[in-house]
């Protein structure tokens, strides 16, 4: 089927997310939708999809002009999706989740017989080897998706919308993902793949639209270089490598030793994880999105209960030290998700910079904040971070993901440093922005510091680290060194030694 | 660069998970208590257990037995389900539902037996008022386990009980009609969620806070016409009758089961079929397959094409119309005319059995049944003039709450979305 958008405009407010988009996908084509965090990939295709309506444009499938009030009708006239983050429901079954909103049924009773026998023919039919009868919560991500694929098929979807499906995969997955990919186009199925990753879009696309600010701002072949994509992507030349001397190490600073923890129900969500880092070094945790890479750092820094075994900063046992106690030892701690652990959204940029100490001398004096001083350090640190705000009274909600970044970075980086445990440092930021913070995450290390980086970017822990950690159902599976083969990083991510 | 690969090799023995003790030890207490208090300590003066009653078909002899002998049996049953709980604990595996059963029942049975010392249990009477004192709390959480598997949470079932109790007493007593006093009921509740269900979604106000209100307001109108209406005619607008017991033929005659399950009101039926009908279609048909996908993920049922809000409304909506005739089963289900605020907090009871009852209808049922039990417990208790001080047994059916909560609290998980409004864009 043919899809094409004619001038999509949809604006929230005043922001503009999508400004007069045209794109035509060709029938049985894979067409890739390259763009950076937040130019507006989702929203248009959240348009087409009928889940936001358009303030201007038309959407035509094969030269007929389509309305869609919500997603029924979008998945009526053959779309299906899959969203970024799954629309599946954990405590359903994979049949279940497959036949939702169009179930087998007789006077209403489910036929749990024909939708097994669906699940099965479709799922035969791309050798995903799914279990119909499985609970969707018990299955990991990359299962996950293939059922979120198996649910659009069965709907007879004509267009198949991926939007940034590699995430949460290791990479022999995405292989198998992009060789899906081509079978469905080849067996006649339009793509569109929505992603900010070069290397995927040059080894799978067909063709490629590149969309920043919510315009169109290129159109290319696969056969374009890297440097080229990344140009158009972000409008300027960037640099895709981190630039980092070979480190200077100094004592094994900071040790941790069986650290395991327990969730409900006597899940090992930690399980005897070991490693140590040396000033100087950074070390970077890869894996897969669930891994126990959260746990990690949360029990690093204080924030889970009744963890075992030790975590010692230079000599200091951390394990049951309060998060208070943590941070005031020297930890600087970047969470994996700001808007929900780094940040209060409706306090200005200056408070933020201070909530760590907001009760310590010299941002208070007997109880009371010295204002002065709050907005003298909001300053320079707007300053020194290149934090694009209108102001240090500006509530950091409004700020870019990027900007945002750089805020929980300024206060983590304001204290005297022990130790550096940054998690996803660069999630959901644009590309600016993410080699700054590289850059500022190098600079530490450099100062002698040991830094832990945790990210399911496995670009990002190439980048970075002196040493890898490869953390897989809460374990530590190897620790390698930096410059091992992707294909090794790959196996080792998804448990195989 | 010289960065070799060295993970710390300590040597150290894998951790195991935590042991769970806090069931297993609440077991235990309870049957200590059992075999200790009933039976060590029990008392010897005999206790008659009465099967049947003079109008039975079949009238079987009381038997009389020794309480402290009851006590001394059950305890022992008890202490050995308690130990298997421990043993499960120690080796860190879960106690099964059965085991709760079996100390809670030997439990029961002692407790029974050491009232009725020296006198006779009547057990026809303690089963049939359980089922009686419940049935409108059954129907409440019926109610409630469909809205929040929508996920709407109802607080207004204490309102809905209360309305449906009122017009059906009012529509009963100026007709003459059960089925339209059943109706009417049954409408009310609906209204109610009706009402629920527009702040809730359309306005986006707090479910539990408009849920109160709507109790508030449900009771403030009642009372005004108890007062301004019905007290003074009560003949004409507040005697409606009960619906008359339906006797299924053989099937009653069956020994104690017969009369407890075969020789009820309308209501009461309603409620034996509502409980599995409820079951049969949240977990066997598509519509039940879309209400519980709207409880755990709206966004995921939104993007498979079902208007998550408009079910939600139906769903609540159906719910009230089951919450509805659990008022009726106060009026003309029980004793036969409208008394003010007489729904007396049993819509919050069936919310606790919605969660003891883990959003499923049969378990929820079963807690209804455990509640309806405990207060029928103390009517007898009370007349059957025990030891125990009657405020102590007055504590009972709170007592049962507190001990049920404590051993499922924290481990059930309810649906994922109830209470949350949806939202798009």
Known sequence: ??????????????????????????????????????????????????????????????????????????????????????????????????????EPSKAGVIDLGEARRRVREISDRFGFDLDPDALVEDLPVGVQQRVEIVKALSREAQVLVLDEPTAVLTPQETDELMSTMRALADAGTSIVFITHKLREVKAVADTITVIRLGKVVGQALPTASTDELASLMVGRDVELTVAKNPPKLGEEAFVVEGLTLFGPGGTRLLDDVSFSIREGEVLAIAGVQGNGQTELTEAIVGLREHALGSVRLYGRELIDASVRDVLGSGVGFVPEDRKVDGLVAEFSVAENLMLDRSDTRPFAKGGVIDLAHRDRFADDAIAEFDIRTPGRTTLVGRLSGGNQQKVVLARELGRELKLLVASQPTRGVDVGSIEFIHERIVEVRDSGVPVLVVSTELDEVIALADRIAVMYRGAIIDIVPADTPREQLGRLMAGVH | MSVAAEPVAVAHASALPPRSWRLPIILAVLAVVTFVVFGLFGTDEEVRFAWSRAADAVSLDPSPASPRVIGLIFGALALLASGFALWSAWNRRKVGVWVMLIVGIAFLVSLVAWVGAGGSVPVVFLLTGAIGLSTAIVFGALAGVIGERAGIVNIAIEGQLLGGAFTSAIVASTTGSYILALLAAMVTGALISMVLAVFSIRYLVDQVIVGVVLIGLVTAITNFFYSAALAPNSGALNNPGTLDRIRIPLLADIPVLGPVLFDQRLTTYLMFVLVPLTWFVLFKTKWGLRVRALGEHPLAADTVGIKVNRWRFWAVTIAGLVAGLGGASLTIGSVGAFVREMSAGQGFIALAAVILGRWNPFYAALAALLFGFASNFRIWA???????????????????TILAVALVAGRVVGPKAAGKPYLKE
Do not use: C, W
């Open chain 1, 1 to 102: 089927m043919k899809l094409e958008l004619r001038g999509i405009t949809k604006r929230f407010g005043s922001l503009v997310a999508n400004d007069g988009i045209d794109l035509v996908v060709e029938p049985g084509q894979i067409h890739a939708l390259l763009g950076e965090n937040g130019a507006g990939k989702s929203t248009l295709m959240n348009v087409l999809f009928g889940l936001y309506q358009p303030d201007a444009g038309e959407i035509l499938l094969d030269d007929a002009p389509r309305h869609f009030t919500g997603p029924g009708q979008a998945m009526s006239a053959g779309i299906g999706m899959v969203h970024q983050h799954f629309m599946l429901i954990p405590v359903f079954t994979v049949a279940e989740n497959v036949m939702l909103g169009h």
């Open chain 2, 382 to 400: 009370g007349q059957a003039g025990s030891a125990l001080p009657p405020d102590l047994i007055a504590m009972t059916p709170y007592v049962v």
